[in-house]
């Protein structure tokens, strides 16, 4: 499977589509193709049993084009010749009768892109049996409890062609795993990304979801009320992803919709974000042929920059950062790698321990926290207001209430209502964990890379009473 | 070859490579969507997509494969290939399962449609969008929006059991937004709804909307927002309006009635439900004002087609009777599971994704009262309307929702606008407390509800009319 990963045949796709352009709308047009090859497989279980099993492989070309004023995009599957023809006759057809576009920014200049990405043979490989067999481990270290989840992987090769002469390619592969295991009402859960299907345990995954789920069982009710506490990888994951979608977006900077001001210290001087696709699991470049390079948006509290397509960059007099998402995607460039930097010491994985913190790193936190509640997962998570970016939404899989450094029992789910940006401004943050987990996103091929957290203040709402 | 020759050779591959069951969905659908953003057009995407994908099963266990080809070879590989993942999925078995029996059925269905909406000129639809914006902007509004999608949709079904079924299923719809800008917080104002309305209509639907009426007022709204009062904190008595009762069935009836989310099929992603299958036919799930349907067979509904992407014709049943929980949206393998005798609630998102449990047209039964009937019954409370954001906890139990704008009603009048309106409850409990009803529905169509790993996005109707429920926690904030 992974010999059709190479982008050279997305590259001629490409290439024969801008060619196809010219010769029928001749050397004005400004045409831009992106065109990507993707097969994932995902193996999903629930019950302990593999109850979905699916796999596809799907080549698609994307071509934007700009002919006098007006900008029409269009995509297919269908990439035989007629396909494209096809594709190139709808599209041209288009853009002579629809609307001007006065905010076009032109088409990326030729750039070359620092990294092709990232790839693991093995993991491009990976077999159905594979993934079974990592399921397989993970109910078995489940230990009688029921389990639920996923095992998939993804590669992704890319080109991209445009008719002022950008021309690049890139792959990548991608591999994850998140699971549940649920026994007497509780549930608990254990997620990772990476880029190899060798660094997915199913077994410690398995094990850490046990864990948690013996550690729920019985939770009290606690009342709402504003409450310290430790976030793990998973809950702070969330936080990430609010913050790049609604937050650091450049298109929601540039309409007033965001809090995010560059050049202010609006974070605790512990939060450095860096967004970094070329260097996670994403691909080099953007669906506008724009070169991806790491980008720190916060240093040390200070917001230093948002994140930007050609279109967003040119309101806003700067150029972009290579978040272009795809052109039919209404969102505007967000950050889709985005990480929270780790506090300094030993890179290395930390150790397992017993209990639902389930490792040292964030045991250390919970060791620190007088009255406070270990937090593993936020759960259907929705804006309220995306200026001050105030979210509700619940705890899921695990919360335990933490008295004197210890964990002390588990709590049933609470709601909550609570800006983002404000749980991490200036002094909020009174710890982070040393290692940084890379965490799948449930919707999109983005990661998410955190540490556990510790905050001052998390504003609980409501209990599982309403 | 036709469609209907590739998916038989899938099938036929996957029975030879040892499945004791196959089906075969060949899909071609054209995608349209336009936006215009503060009076020029933003966006405009037109997309082309086509495949077939295969469902095999092995013993007790399904594998899925799916490829963008449709020539006789590429099909038959995808059979085998889905063959092979199911028995794959044997290593780690579950329970015997199969298919709820039924007979194999031939048909063909299409969706009504008078204006075709992919004949429309551009320039009109691109007039249309830019002159709502240009309105709004005109009326207060910081940011305008508007938007359109259409998709049409064609698809051929076969299964090892003789189904040969053909639909072509035309969609489309639109919205409007306007959002007003102030110091501390943004305020939004949607017409019709806030994800726009969405049916299995022609451009007729779109006209029928009439965005150039609209534009104005929702303006003036969004910027009245800014400086109305806050939404109180406390309990009351509380009247939703249609749009946001879709909402409220959507989140707290209709998910929770999937049957694979009640059999833990979901557990680790989409969640499970309260509802325990013991309970069917006897639970109470609210007052005996609640009659809520499953009807894929409502003319023009977003939810609305012939037959599921099982093969299972269209048929109405009911969910909630009189307040009694009586059915679920289940599929041919679930039901099997539940011992269940129907399905037909099965659908994918495209050829490359599994078909699973969905909601089709889940809807409440209109009462005897009209909205001010409502409000002049109500000595004190609060109206609100139009959904602004969402959630409910993994068993579709402990909700928060908030809307885009309230009033206060006081001695059976509506008095001033509020903002940042929110209620917050538990679904039973809160249908429970439903005690007027109104008699002006309609069938909102959203086409963004999520679900499944890959995820995929399903298009769901929701018949909703106005509605009273009393002892309700409003103004929750941050």
Redesign the interface.
């Given at each position: 499977m992974s010999a059709d990963f190479t982008g050279g045949a997305e590259q001629d796709l490409a290439a024969r589509t801008v060619e196809l352009v010219r010769r029928a709308a001749g050397p004005a047009a400004q045409a831009e193709v992106f065109t990507d090859r993707v097969a994932?497989a995902?193996?999903?279980?629930?019950?302990?049993?593999?109850?979905?099993?699916?796999?596809?492989?799907?080549?698609?070309v994307r071509l934007r084009l700009h002919l006098d004023g007006r900008?029409?995009?269009?995509?297919?599957?269908?990439?035989d010749e007629a396909?494209l023809r096809?594709?190139v006759d709808?599209?041209i057809a288009?853009v002579r009768?629809?609307?001007?576009?006065?905010?076009w920014p032109g088409l990326t200049p030729p750039a070359p892109i620092t990294a092709p990405g990232r790839w693991d043979e093995a993991t491009a490989d990976a077999?159905?049996?594979d993934?079974?067999?990592r399921?397989?481990a993970f109910?078995d270290a489940a230990g009688g409890l029921?389990t639920?989840?996923?095992c998939?992987t993804r590669n992704w090769s890319a080109a991209f062609v445009n008719s002022a002469g950008q021309a690049v390619t890139g792959r990548t592969v991608a591999t994850a795993m998140?699971?549940?295991a649920?026994g007497g009402g509780a549930?608990g859960?254990a997620r990772l990304a990476s880029g190899r299907l060798a660094d997915i345990d199913g077994a410690v995954l398995g094990a850490r979801a046990a864990a948690k789920a013996r550690a729920g069982v019985d939770p009290v009710e606690l009342p709402p009320d504003r409450y310290e506490v430790v976030l793990e990888p998973t809950a702070v994951a969330d936080v990430l992803h609010n913050l790049a979608l609604w937050g650091f977006n450049g298109r929601m900077v540039g309409?007033?919709?965001s809090f995010a001001e560059p050049g202010k210290p609006q974070f605790d001087p512990a939060i450095t974000l860096v967004d970094d696709a070329a260097g996670g699991l994403g691909l080099p470049f953007d669906f506008e042929g724009t070169p991806r390079t790491a980008l720190t948006l916060v240093d040390a509290g200070r917001t230093t920059a948002v994140t930007h397509d050609r279109r967003t960059a040119a309101g806003a007099g700067t150029t972009s950062t290579g978040h272009a998402p795809p052109?039919?995607n209404?969102w505007g460039p967000a950050p889709s790698n985005l990480g929270l930097v780790p506090a300094p010491g030993p890179g290395s994985a930390p150790a397992e321990v017993s209990g639902p913190a389930v490792d040292a790193d964030t045991a250390d936190l919970v060791s620190r926290v007088e009255r406070g509640l270990l937090i593993t997962d936020f759960?259907?998570?929705?804006?309220?207001?995306?200026?001050?970016l105030?979210?509700?939404?619940?705890t899921?899989n695990g919360v335990w209430l933490i008295e004197d450094g210890a964990v002390v029992g588990p709590v049933r789910?609470l709601?909550f209502?609570?800006?983002y940006p404000q749980a991490l401004a200036p002094g909020a943050v009174l710890g982070l964990g040393r290692r940084a987990t890379l965490l799948p996103d449930?919707?999109?091929p983005s990661t998410w890379s955190a540490p556990a957290v510790r905050l001052a203040s998390w504003?609980f709402?409501?209990g599982?009473?309403? | 070859m036709t469609h209907f020759d590739a998916a038989t050779a899938a099938v036929q591959a996957a029975l030879d490579a040892g499945a004791r069951y196959a089906d075969a969905r060949v899909m071609h659908r054209r995608h349209e969507?336009?936006?215009?953003r503060n009076g020029?057009?933003?966006?405009?995407?037109?997309?082309?997509?086509?495949?077939i994908?295969v469902r095999a099963l092995v013993g007790s266990?399904?594998?899925?494969?799916?490829?963008?080809e449709l020539s006789d070879a590429a099909a038959r590989a995808a059979g085998a290939?889905a063959t092979?993942?199911?028995a794959?999925?044997?290593?780690?078995?579950?329970?015997d399962s199969g298919l709820i029996p039924v007979d194999g059925r031939s048909g063909s269905w299409a969706s009504p449609c008078e204006i075709d909406p992919l004949s429309v000129?551009?320039?009109d639809k691109?007039?249309l969008l830019?002159r709502a914006t240009e309105t709004m902007r005109a009326n207060g509004a910081?940011?305008a929006e508007a938007?359109y999608q259409i998709w049409d949709t064609a698809k051929w079904f076969v299964s090892s059991e003789g189904h040969r079924v053909d639909q072509r299923v035309r969609e489309c719809g639109g919205g409007i937004r306007a959002?007003a800008?102030g110091a501390?917080?943004?305020q939004r104002r949607s017409y019709p709804s806030s994800s726009g309305h969405y049916g299995t209509q022609g451009w007729e639907l779109v006209g029928a909307l009439d965005f150039d009426a609209h534009a104005a007022r929702i303006a003036q709204e969004a910027r009245e927002l800014l400086t109305a009062p806050q939404c109180p904190a406390g309990e009351t008595t509380l009247i939703l309006g249609g749009e946001q009762m879709a909402l409220q069935i959507h989140e707290s009836v209709g998910h929770a009635i999937e049957l694979d989310r009640i059999?833990?099929?979901?557990?680790?992603?989409a969640?499970t439900s309260w509802l325990d299958l013991g309970q069917l036919g006897s639970l109470r799930y609210g007052s005996e004002l609640m009659n809520v349907t499953i009807d894929p067979t409502i003319a023009g509904a977003l939810g609305s087609f012939g037959f599921d992407d099982e093969g299972t014709p269209a048929a109405r049943r009911d969910a909630v009777r009189e307040g009694r929980w009586v059915g679920v949206l289940a599929g041919r393998d679930s039901a099997a599971v539940a011992g269940l005798d129907y399905a037909g609630s099965v659908r994918a998102d495209g050829w490359?994704?599994?078909p699973m449990v969905r909601m089709t047209n889940v809807g409440l039964e209109p009462g005897p009262h009209t909205l001010e009937e409502m409000i002049a019954a109500t000595d004190d409370g609060v109206l609100m309307d139009v959904n602004?954001?969402?959630?409910?906890?993994?068993q579709r139990?402990?909700f928060?929702f908030?809307c885009e704008i309230g009033w206060e009603i006081k001695k059976g009048r509506r008095g001033r606008m509020l903002r940042?309106p929110?209620y917050?409850?538990?679904g039973p409990?809160f249908w429970r407390s439903m005690d007027m009803l109104s008699s002006e529905t309609f069938p909102w169509g959203t086409p963004d509800c999520?679900k499944g790993?890959?995820?995929q996005v399903g298009h769901t109707g929701h018949p909703a009319a106005p509605a009273r429920f009393t002892g309700v926690?409003i103004g929750?904030?941050?």
């Open positions: 994932q995902l193996t999903r279980f629930a019950n302990s049993a593999i109850h979905q099993n699916v796999a596809d492989t799907t080549v698609t900008t029409v995009t269009g995509s297919t599957t269908v990439v396909g096809g594709l709808r599209v288009a009768v629809c609307p001007p576009d006065p905010g077999s159905a049996d993934r079974a067999a399921v397989r109910v029921e639920a989840g996923y998939r998140d699971g549940v649920r549930d859960v309409e007033r919709r052109a039919d209404p759960w259907y998570t929705r804006v309220l207001d995306p200026r001050s105030v979210m509700t939404g619940l899921r789910n709601r209502t609570q800006s449930s919707w999109n504003n709402t409501g599982a009473s309403g | 969507s336009m936006s215009a020029e057009v933003e966006r405009l995407g037109q997309s082309e997509d086509a495949g994908g266990s399904w594998g899925f494969y799916a490829v963008p290939r092979e993942i199911a794959a999925s044997a290593t780690v078995p579950g329970r000129a551009l320039t691109g007039d830019v910081d940011l938007d959002t800008i501390d917080e943004t059999l833990g099929w979901e557990a680790a992603f969640g490359s994704r599994l602004r954001s969402w959630s409910i906890d993994d139990l402990n928060q908030g940042n929110t917050t409850g538990i409990l999520g790993q890959p995820g926690r929750v904030r941050g």
